[in-house]
């Protein structure tokens, strides 16, 4: 796995998404944000229709973090999987991460 240098000395994993970390943290943020809406919603006891729609505003929201962190992983760890140099290693080491990302998928999809 890749490490990089923090401000303060220590390494990090290098995972899929590190490019596009401020990104998805600015996602997660107004995602954050329209949840608090949503509970500000009930607490003024909103209409329900109207809560329902902002939950799956959300909820989509949250399915396009998760695609894109899907599609990182996959572009990242799988391709790195095969990458690595000792074949028998290799196998095991893609094998793994298709697994990874197969029961994500699976858990996005329940």
Do not use: W
């Amino acid at each position: 796995m890749e490490t990089e240098s923090s401000a303060e000395g220590q390494t990090a994993p290098v995972h899929g998404y590190t490019s596009n970390k401020a990104a998805y943290l600015l996602r997660l943020k107004r995602i954050e944000g329209q949840v608090r809406g949503i509970a500000r919603m009930v607490e003024d006891d909103k209409y329900c229709i109207d809560i329902l729609t902002q939950v799956s505003a959300a909820t989509k929201a949250l399915h396009a973090v998760s695609l894109g962190l899907l599609e990182e992983h996959i572009g990242h760890c799988v391709v790195g999987a095969a990458s690595e140099p000792d074949p028998d290693r290799r196998f095991e080491a893609i094998d793994l991460k298709v697994k990874e990302a197969a029961d994500a998928i699976g858990r996005l999809l329940r």
